[in-house]
């Protein structure tokens, strides 16, 4: 079964300093991974994903298959960076559509 | 533009009282929509997935159902709730790989 993981609840950088948020996965198939951010009062909204290796307000993602791991890295925190950040993982339903199977989430606290 | 509406925002109700939140879509047709509850430090769990009317899978065993009497409609329920119910319930729809999220209704079951 698919699995997403990540590992830290919480997050505490300062101002500037870099960031790496992990996440790992377990899939049997080929995975498509995504990361979802959720700011303070503020809907769960799709920051990046994989197949894009785009750059999302300086947020960057790689998949590594061999690591089975898709960390999301900043090199210079902002204190607007300070959100809930999930990583998730699209499988395949029965039906042949697509769901996320999400990991818990780590908090990002970027202090002053 | 695509726009997705969930009500009520805050709810709360008592032990073994029915359930109905409701989640409307607009602006797309024939959407893949989706149930989730977000529990303290549990993230965010997959309840039900439609793709289309009157179509609906379930994730997990639990004291909910969900009904999609619409296209564009998806609604959760329960006949009794418990206390294990509380949380937060997102509902989110798709027509692709990204999934679109709705505001959320926060439910407390005392």
């Known amino acids: 079964a698919q699995r997403v993981t990540q590992p830290e609840k919480l997050l505490s950088v300062f101002k500037g300093a870099p960031v790496e948020l992990k996440c790992n996965y377990s899939y049997s198939g080929s995975p498509e991974l995504f990361w979802y951010v959720q700011y303070s009062r503020q809907r769960l909204q799709l920051l990046l994903r994989h197949i894009s290796r785009e750059s999302i307000k300086g947020f960057t993602a790689d998949l590594n298959k061999g690591e089975t791991s898709f960390h999301l890295k900043k090199p210079f925190a902002q204190e607007e960076d300070s959100a809930m950040y999930y990583c998730?993982?699209?499988?395949?339903?029965?039906?042949?559509?697509?769901?996320?199977?999400f990991g818990s989430g780590t908090r990002l606290q970027v202090q002053p | 533009s695509q726009t997705i509406h969930q009500w009520p925002a805050t709810l709360v109700q008592p032990v073994g009282s029915p359930l109905s939140l409701e989640c409307t879509v607009e602006?797309?047709?024939?959407?893949?929509l989706y149930w989730y509850r977000q529990a303290a430090g549990r993230g965010l769990q997959l309840l039900f997935y439609s793709v289309g009317i009157g179509q609906i899978s379930s994730e997990v065993p639990q004291n909910l159902s969900a009904s999609r009497p619409q296209d564009r409609q998806f609604i959760l329920s329960s006949k009794k709730l418990l206390l294990s119910d509380s949380g937060f319930y997102l509902c989110?729809?798709?027509?692709?790989?990204?999934?679109?999220f709705g505001p959320g209704t926060r439910l407390l079951v005392l």
């Open positions: 602006g797309t047709s024939n959407p893949n």
């Open positions: 998730a993982l699209s499988t395949s339903m029965d039906t042949g559509r697509r769901a996320l199977t």
């Open positions: 989110a729809w798709s027509s692709g790989e990204t999934q679109y």
